[in-house]
């Protein structure tokens, strides 16, 4: 099998962050008006590794994902989009993405299947030469009392175990969990704030509560070379002497459109939720992720492998893939869908330089849902201090290109004030490698 491989990223840590800005408008699944009621049920293996639906309890609690990201056996979910859905009698049509983007309505049906939740199990892959960074946190102790309700973490993936045949899971209709979860998104709607740095803060992921931190000994006037830039709309060169540059367009998609793609990529991406073990310890990739590439093609990065789905398997992938090109002027051939659900969640310092990427590769990136801070460090710099800083907004679109990758790092940090969920996807173009 053809297998693109990428180098280990991920599980890297967030960072402190204080910052306010502008209002992100709420997405309609978060009204309280808002019905869940969607299946947990089992999927396939990715590539060579096993995979199960899990039954994954979760430390975060409150969040509207958790039918999403973080199954927590309250059974069946469906998440209902009042300005998208109408429900006409029985039927369900399926509209294709366009009918549904290029209405200035919204009142079309969409068919949403229940997300999947895959957790990948490593137990028989991990090696005890993976030494990839770990993360500050997201970890779960692994819980071997039989009544723990953590049991997921150490069944068997053969145990043909499935969330959904578990009778307790089957609850249905509009829960007391829609609600309660709805009011306490909207409660944590804290607006996201503009980018700012401290030229003396911890770098690497470092906690930033009560730190007492002193700035390594240089001269002052390397304090000033690293303050943040915090670039907006426009072209941008990374000043380095080489020639790297970033492209920014802030309304990539009006709102609308904005709007309709983030719900209607929630009710149809299958994600899934990457760990490993280490030691008696589970360690879980701050976020969810989803693949789509060419066929026979899963990508690889660290200790993950995701399959590949096709494109023409969802049309607002597809759709949204035919406009990122059309604007930018390149083509693409797969691309990584991330979900953050929340603060919690981010990436953390790498450069997309894979072998299977290419050489210099130009690599576009869309933004839905929640604002959230994208840094780039130098990646000479063993300190990692961000001298560059977008906020990405809802339906903002951004292009890496030249010698970005080859230069520079970039992270999504994680941030200690509440975050709503944001979807990014970031579009290249992936070549086989032996
Ligand atoms: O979420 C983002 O904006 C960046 C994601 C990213 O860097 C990646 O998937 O490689
Ligand atoms: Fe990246």
Redo the contacts with the bound molecule.
């Keep these: 099998m053809k297998k693109a491989v990428g180098r280990a990223k991920g599980f890297g840590r967030g960072r402190a962050s204080t910052p306010k800005s502008e209002n992100f408008p709420s997405p309609d699944c978060f009204n309280e008006e808002s019905s869940i009621n969607q299946s947990i049920s089992g999927t396939s293996g990715a590539n060579s590794l096993q995979t199960e639906t899990i039954n994954q309890p979760d430390s975060r609690n409150g969040s509207v994902l958790n039918g999403l990201g973080r199954a927590r056996g309250r059974g069946s979910r469906t998440v209902r989009y009042p300005n998208l859905v109408k429900q006409t009698g029985n039927s369900i049509e399926t509209p294709s993405c366009d009918s549904v983007l290029d209405s200035p309505q919204s009142d079309v049906t969409v068919n949403r299947p229940p997300p999947l939740i895959a957790l990948t199990s490593y137990e028989t892959k991990l090696s005890s030469s993976d030494n990839s960074t770990q993360p500050e946190s997201n970890t779960v102790q692994i819980d071997r009392s039989p009544n723990s309700g953590n049991s997921a973490t150490n069944r068997s993936p053969n145990s043909g175990y499935s969330a959904a045949n578990n009778p307790k899971n089957r609850i249905l209709g509009r829960s007391k969990f829609s609600a309660s979860a709805m009011r306490s998104l909207n409660k944590a709607m804290i607006q996201p704030s503009p980018i700012h740095h401290k030229t003396n803060r911890p770098t690497g992921g470092q906690r930033c509560f009560n730190f007492s931190y002193k700035e390594p000994e240089t001269s002052p006037s390397k304090a000033i070379e690293v303050a943040m830039q915090s670039l907006s709309d426009g072209k941008h060169i990374l000043q380095d002497g080489f020639d790297g540059q970033v492209d920014y367009i802030s309304e990539f998609y009006t709102k609308n459109k904005a709007d309709k793609l983030f719900h209607m990529l929630l009710g149809t991406l299958n994600f899934e939720a990457p760990s490993k073990k280490r030691g008696e310890e589970i360690i879980k990739q701050p976020r969810l992720s989803v693949w789509f590439g060419p066929e026979d093609m899963p990508y690889s990065y660290s200790y993950v492998t995701l399959q590949a789905h096709d494109f023409t398997s969802n049309s607002v992938m597809s759709r949204i893939k035919t406009d990122v090109e059309d604007r930018f002027g390149v083509t693409f051939n797969s691309c990584l869908v991330n979900l953050y659900r929340d603060n919690k969640d981010g990436?953390g310092w790498?450069a997309?330089d894979e072998e299977s990427l290419g050489y210099k590769p130009t690599?576009a990136s869309l933004s839905l849902g929640e604002t959230r801070r994208f840094e780039f460090c130098r990646k000479s710099d063993s300190m990692r201090k961000p001298v560059y800083g977008f906020h990405l907004v809802h339906g903002s679109g951004l292009l890496m290109k030249g010698d970005v990758q080859e230069r520079w790092l970039?992270c999504v940090p994680r941030e200690y004030h509440d975050r709503k969920p944001r979807l990014n996807l970031?579009f290249r173009t992936i070549y086989e490698t032996k």
């Design positions: 990436v790498h997309d690599i970039h970031t």
